[in-house]
């Protein structure tokens, strides 16, 4: 079973910082089947990054995604007070087929 | 632009059934380029995901609630549906409906959530 580890649990940052969001996958995995949603809260998620570094459509270029081997990191360049948000990572396994999310990172205002 | 819609009741009691249904429109789930899932989320939480169904009825379940749980599909009336059985205070989650394009592992849209709670 992979495990995801999203760290810190709460990044504190004021608007026009730039933040930095962790997720480890606990096995190593050929795919980059990884994707990150933004959660406000009373609202459903919504998906940024697919593929790890892929922004999905309407998603604005301060935020990216990348891999180092098991590590995977969203980024915001800029905050913007939208941005102020629960963030969680999703992985896909297909033996057997299987979703998991992360625990999740809160970006709160400092 | 697709939409979806959980409806279902927001109390059931322990040991009941919970039965939900998601209704989707701005897409087919007949076309055959989606899955359609549920995802919960527990007070406070973090996301489960449940299961997917495709319209021919093929499912993938999560293994810890598969014992439970049924999926199926209304391509009739463009819906689709999640019966969760002997529910306890444990399965009083958030129920968001969702839509997983095909070769695609992500959930590109979303409902809005249902509060489900199981209290007597």
């Known amino acids: 079973e992979i495990v995801l580890t999203q760290s810190p649990g709460t990044l504190s940052l004021s608007p026009g910082e730039r933040a930095a969001l962790s997720c480890r996958v606990s096995?190593?995995?050929?795919?980059?089947?990884l994707a990150w949603y933004q959660q406000n809260p009373g609202q459903a998620p919504r998906l940024l990054i697919y593929?790890?570094?892929s922004r999905a459509i309407g998603v604005p270029d301060r935020f990216s995604g990348s891999r180092s081997g098991t590590d995977f990191t969203l980024t915001i360049s800029r905050l913007e007070p939208e941005d102020f948000a629960v963030y969680y990572c999703q992985q896909y396994s297909d033996s057997p087929p299987q979703f998991t999310f992360g625990a999740g990172t809160k970006v709160d205002i400092k | 632009q697709v939409q979806l819609q959980e409806s279902g009741p927001g109390v059931v009691k322990p040991s009941q059934t919970l039965s939900l249904t998601c209704s989707v429109s701005g897409d087919s789930i007949s076309s055959g380029g989606d899955y359609w899932s549920w995802i919960r989320q527990h007070p406070g939480k973090g996301l489960e995901w449940i299961g997917n169904i495709f319209y021919t009825w093929n499912t993938y379940y999560n293994p810890s609630l598969r014992s439970r749980m049924t999926m199926s599909v209304d391509t009739s009336k463009n819906q689709f549906s999640l019966r969760l059985t002997s529910v306890t205070a444990a399965d009083t989650a958030v129920y968001y409906c969702a839509r997983k394009r095909s070769g695609w592992p992500v959930f590109d849209s979303w409902g809005q959530g249902t509060l489900v709670t199981v209290s007597s």
């Open positions: 096995q190593s995995v050929s795919s980059t089947y």
């Open positions: 593929d790890a570094s």
